[in-house]
Structures are given as C-alpha cells and as structure tokens.
C-alpha cells in the first residue's frame, strides 16, 4: 500500500472549518482513501473514503486532487468532540485484501 | 449498525497468567477479524488477521504461541495472551470486517500485567 504523509499535529477553533491534508504521492490507481479518526482510549473510527471523486458524508468531505497524489479532510464546523488523532490511510480495497496499516496520523486538538 | 463490542474494557493481571479477551460483531457476521495492538502515544500495530473456521495469520514479529486468536465463530473472536508480563501491558483493539472496504473497531481493552 502507499505511504502517506500527515502533518503530526494541528489546531483549530471550535466553529470553524478543520482542513487536514494528507500527501500519498505515490498511490496507484487502484488504491482508495481512507481517514480514520482515534479519540483518546477508543477504538478508531471509519470516517471516510475516495477513490477520485470528492466525498461528503454527515462527517466530513474528502477532497482528492486530480493528480490523486494528495487529499484533505474537511471537518465543516470542528467541535470539541472532533479532539482525536486522525489517520489517512491508502489501500488497495479488493476481495482478498482487508487490511489497514496506521501511520502516525495528525493530532487534531480544536480549542474553545 | 456495524457495532463491535469487546470484553472486557480492562483488565488487570499478575505476570505470568494468561488473559482471554473477547471480540464480538453485533449486528452483522464478521468474516474477517483483525487484532491490533497499541502502545502509549503510538499508532495501532497489527498484530493478526483471523477468518472463521481457519487459523489465524500473524504479523511478522507477532509471537503466535504467545497471543492465541480463536475465530469460532461469524461474530465471536477471541484473543489470548498467555503467560503475560509486562511487556504485554498495552490496549488491545479488534475489528471485524465483512467486505474490503468496510472495517469496524470495537472499544479496546486495556491490559495491564502487574
């Protein structure tokens, strides 16, 4: 799977748009997108995924660029709750193939 | 839907004993579970991948005859650490998957080895 490169930590104001890019310069055209999120002490939590289109769901929207070499995670109005690390991860979604590797993610903390 | 519970939420045990955690898909038939191991301030570690009915596949560096994976059944998999020390005191996660691109975490379970 491609690697991919998060900033390692983040803030924003509660209220206001959180944009988290992730960089996956070297992704096939085969590989998904996915972003994950972690809040303290739980288990990681499926926010999103792409291919190539831009994907909006009632958590966030997910900005691929054309080239597919980069994306954002747009978290619309952030809120205390959205405090968590957030991962980015690239996978190869088929039959036989289930896996999720971690990175090191970003540290999002939003502030009052 | 698609909730994974896992049991217990922690546990505290002397070295040297064996601890069994439990990994369950609630509402949906897991044919696919996944172990994962996280230490302090770092990033998940996949430990294992178990499919229902067949041995479990470990991760290099994953000591199979040390952290015992059952998967009996479609929404039941369980993870056991056998003579653990601690080393082994860490926050254990499952997922449970039933398709590729769609993977489940339960609340992890905090082991501490005392």
């Known amino acids: 799977d491609a690697k991919t490169t998060q900033p390692t930590s983040m803030d924003c104001a509660e209220g206001r748009a959180a944009n988290l890019p992730c960089n996956h310069s070297t992704i096939s055209g085969n590989e998904y997108v996915y972003w994950y999120r972690q809040i303290h002490s739980q288990g990681p939590q499926y926010i999103i995924h792409?291919?190539?289109n831009n994907e909006t769901n009632e958590m966030a929207s997910l900005i691929i660029t054309e080239d597919r070499k980069s994306s954002t995670l747009i978290l619309p109005h952030a809120t205390l709750r959205d405090t968590a690390v957030y991962y980015c991860i690239v996978r190869v979604a088929t039959s036989n193939d289930y896996k999720l590797s971690f990175g090191a993610g970003t540290t999002v903390t939003v502030r009052a | 839907g698609a909730v994974v519970s896992q049991h217990p939420s922690w546990v505290i045990c002397k070295s040297g004993t064996s601890v069994k955690i439990e990994c369950r898909s609630l509402d949906f038939q897991a044919t696919t579970m996944f172990w994962y191991r996280q230490f302090p301030k770092q990033s998940l570690m996949l430990m294992a991948t178990?499919?229902?009915?067949?041995?479990?596949?470990?991760e290099q560096g994953v000591e199979k005859d040390k952290f015992l994976i059952n998967h009996a059944s479609l929404t039941l998999s369980t993870l056991t650490v056998t003579s653990a020390h601690p080393e082994d005191s860490s926050f254990y996660i499952c997922?449970?998957?039933?398709?590729?691109?769609?993977?489940?975490f339960g609340p992890g379970t905090r082991l501490t080895v005392t």
């Open positions: 178990s499919n229902e009915g067949s041995k479990a596949t470990y």
């Open positions: 792409g291919l190539k």
């Open positions: 997922s449970a998957s039933d398709r590729p691109y769609e993977q489940y």
